[in-house]
């Protein structure tokens, strides 16, 4: 695991990556990458000298299998609540289906793209507990929870 910027370290998942912040409040992770990627997310916590327990909150950027297909064992392991953008709570909470992925430009980005996802894949779904609106300042609320 390597560190980003003090108290932000990058959590390799594959294909895939996450980022874990350690604030005064416990940690943070932002997405949580493909299906069975929670060890990875369990493995770093632990690496950081921290437990499962003290993951507080889970933050999405988009809902694409990629960012949170780990969520609900990630969840099921830690308690953390989940901020994910309103419009894309749907999707989380159903498991899918995904809106259409546009690959990274190149053949290599089109191949990737085309083996890992599938737009009808449904994955656990998981609840969202706090919405997060574009404008809105959020780490008020994130850090008194």
């Known amino acids: 695991m390597k560190q980003v910027i003090k108290g ?5 998942m ?15 992770l932002i997405d949580a990458g ?21 993951l507080k909150h889970l933050i999405f950027t988009h809902a694409h299998p990629d960012h949170i297909g780990s ?3 990630i969840v099921r392991g830690t308690g953390a609540r989940i901020y994910m953008h309103r419009l894309d709570i749907p999707i989380a909470e159903s498991g899918g289906p995904f809106r259409p ?9 089109r191949v990737l793209c085309k083996l890992f996802f599938h737009p009808d894949e449904r994955l656990d779904p998981v609840t969202i507990d706090q919405p997060l609106t574009p404008g809105k300042h959020c780490r008020s609320r994130v850090a008194s929870k």
Do not use: W, Y
């Open 8 to 12: 932000v370290c990058i959590v390799p």
């Open 14 to 28: 594959g294909f895939a990556n996450a980022f874990l912040i350690k604030g005064d409040n416990g940690l943070t």
């Open 34 to 54: 493909f299906v069975g990627k929670e060890s990875a997310v369990f493995g770093a916590i632990r690496e950081l000298g921290h437990s499962p327990d003290q």
């Open 71 to 73: 969520a609900a064992a």
């Open 101 to 109: 992925m546009t690959p990274a430009p190149g053949l290599v980005g």
